[in-house]
């Protein structure tokens, strides 16, 4: 079935300027791409609500275009989101659609102030009657804290925004775009897998005019791949694609149209060939000012078997911190030894990086985030790479690839542990199906009925793989947070950008050692720490 989605969205007096204006054209491109039939619709709310263009589907340009000249710039009065989810349920009751598996996408940057406190309460009831699944888009600090219990009993996500300056138009489009995608990929699509291989922000400043992206595409993915640029300098931007083989897209030739009302450039490829392509992005003519972009390249794949990155996150409890958990598989088995990042913006603004280098014989990369700045809500995004000869799928050294995927964010509302607990925890929480009762289709996280026996859903692990002792585990978990520590200390270092590049080298083996499978011993765990240590003092 095709999509189904209404857009329910805030557009009280807080919400002018830089964040109308970036989700407006984060909408106005989700419309654009949309394929035919899909049903889409929009509903507005301040301390109203009213339906601003009814669901309908999109059949051609023309319809695209009036949807789109009605997602609003404005903003104006207070903020009802009780009336904003229920004008949406009425929209689709309207469009005499099936309501099951519709996506209502509330986006809001405020708390509900108009009512009854409780507006979660009031309408929950008749979200779950109509069986509609509540996706959220939280922009900035002040964001309504109860969007999390909306989405979660609906099975939806919360996606956050925390900086929204003018200078941070690009991040949030980063974020938004991500929000698109799984409107998408949630609908009933299950015969489309998207894959992510690249949504990253490239920044050309003073001291570097152009930048180009190394992007590996590998064997089994390259079918109608889409690569994006999106910024509100797109017009002066200059933008070339050079494939493995040496042929050329830019945007000077017209292969890679820009769009300005839209202010991004887009190339379709219907096959591209395996190996290194290269993204060169360049400021025109003279340009002086600094421009970011956000650069997004999916791809579909070639064979029934493709590398796909699932993020799972776990809300913090009482003794445990906030989980970060990943699948990297290839036709539900898993593919071992790769270095998997966790990206985290705080609420501060501050992003910090936490390195996946927990593995669990289930087949889960993992690790727990500690590194707080307070209440509010961390968005985390994660990125997975071959790493060397050491990446395999069913002990066969893999192609590189690159697979990143910005997910939704977890909330933290009081004071949380500062040490994460023992595996112990992990393995209970395994035993418990908590992750092995859930089965990933295109990025999607689909609850198994629980009659399936839970050995027959994940059995992933090839036998000559065994889990790291529990004590092993700890202090390579330690050594793990040392080396993230001092690979940031070299990147804020007064040094150049060679010697900061000749030093991080220097490290690059501390990779292999901490996402081994093999069980590491104290000596080598001294060495390495002698080695950091070593480095802290040259600094």
């Not at 993915?221 to 200059?238: A, F, H, M, Y």
């Not at 001092?486 to 990147?491: D, S, T």
């Amino acid at each position: 079935m095709k999509p189904r989605i209404v857009f329910v969205l805030d557009v009280s007096g807080s919400m002018g300027g830089a964040k109308c204006e970036t989700l407006q054209l984060g909408i106005q491109r989700f419309i654009e791409d949309q394929a035919g039939g899909s049903h889409v619709g929009i509903v507005l709310f301040d301390d109203k609500t009213w339906t601003e263009h009814p669901i309908v589907p999109v059949t051609d340009s023309a319809t695209r275009q009036r949807l789109k000249d009605k997602v609003p710039r404005m903003a104006r009065g207070g903020t009802d989101i009780r009336a904003g989810i229920l004008e949406g349920l009425k929209a689709l009751r309207a469009a005499n659609i099936a309501t099951e598996g519709a996506i209502l996408f509330l986006a809001t940057d405020g708390g509900h102030c108009t009512g009854n406190r409780d507006y979660v309460g009031d309408v929950l009831p008749h979200v779950l009657q109509a069986k509609v699944i509540v996706k959220c888009l939280a922009i900035g600090t002040s964001a309504d804290q109860n969007l999390e219990r909306l989405t979660t009993s609906t099975g939806g996500t919360v996606f956050n925004l925390n900086d929204v300056s003018e200078n941070s138009r690009e991040m949030m489009a980063r974020v938004i775009s991500a929000a698109m995608e799984e409107v998408n990929m949630s609908t009933e699509m299950a015969e489309v897998v998207i894959v992510s291989v690249y949504n990253d922000i490239v920044v050309l400043d003073d001291s570097r005019d152009t930048q180009v992206i190394n992007i590996p595409i590998d064997s089994d993915i390259g079918r109608n791949t889409s690569l994006q640029v999106n910024s509100q300098d797109i017009d002066l931007l200059e933008i070339s694609v050079i494939s493995p083989s040496g042929r050329i897209f830019d945007t000077t030739s017209g292969q890679f149209p820009k769009d300005f009302a839209l202010k991004r450039a887009k190339l379709l490829i219907d096959t591209c060939e395996p190996g290194q392509w290269r993204v060169q992005l360049s400021k025109q003519g003279k340009a002086h000012k600094t421009i970011r972009a956000q650069v997004v390249i999916q791809s579909e794949p070639k064979t029934n078997a493709v590398i796909e990155l699932n993020v799972c996150l776990r809300a913090p409890d009482v003794d445990c911190p906030p989980l970060i958990v990943c699948r990297l598989h290839k036709s539900d088995e898993p593919v071992v030894g790769a270095l998997l990042t966790a990206t985290v913006d705080k609420p501060s603004g501050t992003p910090t990086e936490l390195a996946l280098n927990r593995y669990h014989t289930s087949g889960y990369y993992y690790n727990y985030f500690t590194d707080y700045c307070g209440s509010g809500r961390y968005n985390v995004s994660v990125l997975a790479t071959s790493n060397g000869r050491t990446t395999k799928y069913k002990n066969k050294i893999v192609d590189e690839f690159r697979r990143q995927k910005v997910a939704d964010s977890f909330q933290i509302n009081t004071h949380m542990p500062g040490a994460p607990p023992n595996d112990i925890k992990f393995n209970e929480l395994v035993q418990n199906n908590t992750f092995g009762s859930i089965h990933y289709t295109n990025n999607e996280a689909i609850v198994i009925d629980s009659d399936v026996a839970p050995s027959s859903i994940h059995n992933h692990m090839p036998s000559n793989v065994q889990l790291i002792t529990e004590d092993m585990s700890v202090k390579r978990g330690r050594l793990s947070l040392e080396y993230m520590k001092v690979k940031k200390a070299i990147r804020d270092a007064k040094l150049s950008e060679l010697d900061k590049t000749t030093r991080i080298n220097q490290l690059a083996d501390f990779d292999d050692f901490l996402t081994s499978l093999k069980n590491p011993t104290q000596p080598e765990l001294d060495r390495y720490q002698r080695r950091l240590d070593d480095m802290r003092k040259t600094l």
